[in-house]
């Protein structure tokens, strides 16, 4: 039986698919819910089993799925421009603050980018950018060191709320994050478990570039299960990074993950309103980009 991360992260990620699917087929031509469900019937049991396949190899994939979601759309929206390779006269967003040694899950995009050509060869659906911006990148992608005020401002310039906020930040379930994203939370902030904090210290030193790319999970309880965990540790402290904690740091946002904690289907429910949400964000249409036949390049 497939366990909870697995069939809840399928959940969210077929959701979002199925909902920002994208007709081409006009001049005027609009998102729409259903394009897949005639053009592609196969498309959703295709996608699911090339990203089952690759979470099964490696647990840790999902949330690598997510956050190259993420990191797309708060660049000029949903476009997959963080996709594109860097070339000799091209540079894109791989290499921005946020994506340098992070990014990730990009063989996994090839695979179903394979897989759906194979079954429905030549079907449209959301357009591509042919362009990039790694300065865009490197400003308008959250950091793990942003105050609650700054989150906040951050998501409202995407056209996202508070609620979308903290919905979309309990992604953190599951994951993991670099020691030089968290290293200062563990070493100089007051707010934070004393027990909790020793123990990541035990694999991240305190001097700068000694140990930068050692991991820790951002969800300490149940690493690879989607659930409201995440929340609970922001409750308790426990939060890994400065910006998780500030959700719960006698702010606005308190009593969204207290929400969260005592009713986890609400908890489900807005982050999939959230994730399609941010799929909406300045989608090309029409004429605009184009549908690329390699994903990591324009055509």
């Not at 249409?285 to 390699?294: A, C, F, P, V």
């Amino acid at each position: 039986m497939a366990s909870p991360y697995i069939s809840s992260w399928f959940t969210v990620l077929l959701a979002v698919i199925y909902l920002l699917a994208a007709s081409t087929s006009t001049s005027n031509a609009q998102l729409t819910p259903n394009f897949y469900s005639s053009s592609c019937p196969q498309l959703l049991s295709t996608v699911k089993s090339v990203v089952q396949s690759a979470i099964r190899k490696e647990a840790r994939m999902g949330a690598s799925l997510l956050r190259l979601f993420f990191h797309d759309c708060f660049v000029n929206g949903c476009d997959g421009s963080i996709l594109l390779d860097d070339t000799p006269s091209f540079t894109g967003e791989k290499t921005a603050n946020a994506n340098k040694n992070s990014a990730r899950g990009f063989e996994v995009i090839d695979q179903i980018k394979t897989a759906v050509e194979k079954v429905c060869p030549g079907v449209l659906g959301r357009r591509d950018s042919k362009t990039a911006s790694l300065s865009a990148a490197n400003n308008n992608i959250p950091q793990p060191t942003f105050s609650l005020s700054s989150l906040i401002s951050n998501f409202q310039n995407h056209g996202l709320s508070t609620t979308d906020l903290v919905a979309l930040s309990g992604a953190h379930t599951i994951g993991q994050a670099r020691c030089t994203s968290f290293r200062t939370r563990i070493y100089n902030e007051s707010n934070i478990d004393a027990s909790f904090a020793q123990t990541r210290r035990s694999n991240c030193p305190s001097a700068s570039g000694s140990g930068d790319n050692n991991l820790a999970p951002l969800d300490v309880q149940t690493p690879t299960s989607f659930d409201n965990n995440y929340f609970k540790n922001l409750v308790n402290q426990k939060g890994l990074l400065h910006s998780d904690q500030q959700l719960f740091s006698g702010g606005s946002t308190n009593a969204l993950v207290q929400t969260y904690i005592s009713n986890p289907s609400r908890f489900t429910s807005d982050f999939v309103a959230a994730m399609i949400k941010m799929g909406d964000i300045k989608p090309l249409t029409g004429s605009s980009g184009e549908i690329r036949k390699n994903c990591r390049k324009t055509n």
